[in-house]
C-alpha cells in the first residue's frame, strides 16, 4: 500500500519536510499547499519542480479550497509551518488524519509565536511536539515530542535553525513511519498545563527589569519581531548579544565599552555585550560601526 500524502507548508522548512517524505518508502506526495500568490516560497519552486500537483488558496478556509480538497484521495495530510486558519473539513478530510508540526512542548505555549515565548519566559528546556489538530488551536492529541535544552545563549533565531528545524523534519519522517506501521500514538494533552501566548510582537527593553529578563527579552526577539530601545529619542534595536560577568559597576543601560572587540552596556551586575545594531528601517550593522557612525561615547545611556 502507498501512503497518498498532502503537505500544507511555506519556507525551507516545508520543502525540507516534502524532501524527507520523498525518501519514505511507499509513500507519495499527490499534492502541496504553499503560500497563495508566492512564486518565490521554497515548497512553491519544489512542488513545482517535480511537477507535484500544486494548489495554492487566499484562505484555506474558502468554499473553494474545501471543495478541492474534496476532490483528492488522500491518506494523510501534513501541516508543516502553516500560520493560515485550517477549517475541519479540511482537517478531518484525509481517510488517516492530519499531523502538524509545533514548536514546543504542548500543551505548553500554544499559539503562533512559541519558541519567542519559551526563550522570553526564561524556560530551560522547550522541544518540537507533532499532534493531531481538531478544532482549537494546537489542542489536538500529541503524537510524537522530542525535548531540548535551551542554551543559556540561545535566540529564537538560534534555537530553531540550529535545533528545532530538523528535530522537526525528523519527527514528521517518524511519524510517517509510524502511521504506515499502523499504530500512531494519540495521546491526548493535559489542560491544565495549557499555557497560550499570541503573535510576539516588537518588544521595548525596559533597564528597570534584572538582568537575565532584558536578556532573555532581546534574545527571545531575535532575530523577529526585535526588542529595541531608545538612544536620543531614537528607536534602535539590539542583536546577536551575550551576558558575562562585570567589574564595572554603572545604572542599567549604561554603555561600558566601545571598541573592536566588545561593545557592552551594564544591566545590573552583569554586562549585555552587543553584536549588531539596526536603526529604525535600516540595516543591522555591526555594533562598534553603530557606535562610530553615531558619535557615541562610553557612559552614554540607552533608553533615554
Request: glycine share 6%; hydrophobic share 35%; charged share 25%.
Amino acid at each position: 500500500m502507498t501512503l497518498k500524502i498532502a503537505i500544507i507548508g511555506q519556507s525551507p522548512f516545508g520543502e525540507s519536510v516534502a524532501k524527507r517524505i520523498q525518501e519514505i518508502q511507499n509513500t507519495e506526495i499527490v499534492c502541496i499547499i504553499p503560500p497563495y500568490n508566492n512564486k518565490e516560497d521554497p515548497l512553491y519552486k519544489f512542488s513545482n519542480e517535480q511537477k507535484i500537483r500544486t494548489l495554492q488558496f487566499k484562505k484555506l478556509r474558502s468554499k473553494e479550497a474545501i471543495e478541492a480538497f474534496n476532490n483528492i484521495y488522500i491518506d494523510i495530510l501534513i501541516m508543516a509551518y502553516v500560520v493560515d486558519i485550517v477549517p475541519i473539513e479540511i482537517i478531518n478530510y484525509p481517510k488517516l488524519g492530519t499531523i502538524q508540526y509545533h514548536p514546543s512542548l504542548l500543551p505548553k505555549h500554544r499559539g503562533p509565536s512559541s519558541i519567542n515565548w519559551s526563550i522570553i519566559n526564561g524556560d530551560k528546556e522547550t522541544g518540537i511536539t507533532i499532534f493531531w489538530p481538531d478544532r482549537g488551536l494546537d489542542t489536538g492529541d500529541i503524537l510524537i515530542q522530542k525535548r531540548i535544552m535551551i542554551k543559556e545563549n540561545d535566540s529564537t533565531g538560534s534555537l530553531y535553525f540550529n535545533s528545532l528545524y530538523s528535530m522537526g523534519v525528523d519527527a514528521i519522517a517518524e511519524s510517517i513511519n509510524l502511521i504506515i506501521n499502523g499504530d500512531p500514538p494519540k495521546i491526548p494533552q493535559i489542560e491544565k498545563y495549557a499555557t497560550y501566548e499570541g503573535w510576539c510582537k516588537e518588544q521595548e527593553i525596559k533597564w528597570n527589569k534584572t538582568s537575565k529578563d532584558i536578556y532573555n527579552l532581546i534574545r527571545g526577539c531575535d532575530p523577529q519581531p526585535g526588542a529595541w530601545t531608545l538612544y536620543k529619542g531614537e528607536k534602535i534595536y539590539l542583536y546577536d548579544t551575550k551576558l558575562v560577568s562585570n567589574n564595572v559597576q554603572k545604572e542599567n543601560g549604561t554603555i561600558l565599552f566601545i571598541d573592536e572587540k566588545e561593545v557592552s552596556v551594564s544591566i545590573g551586575n552583569k554586562k549585555l555585550i552587543i553584536g549588531r545594531i539596526k536603526s529604525k528601517g535600516k540595516k543591522k550593522i555591526n555594533a562598534y560601526e553603530w557606535m562610530v557612525n553615531n558619535k557615541i561615547k562610553p557612559f552614554s545611556k540607552l533608553g533615554e
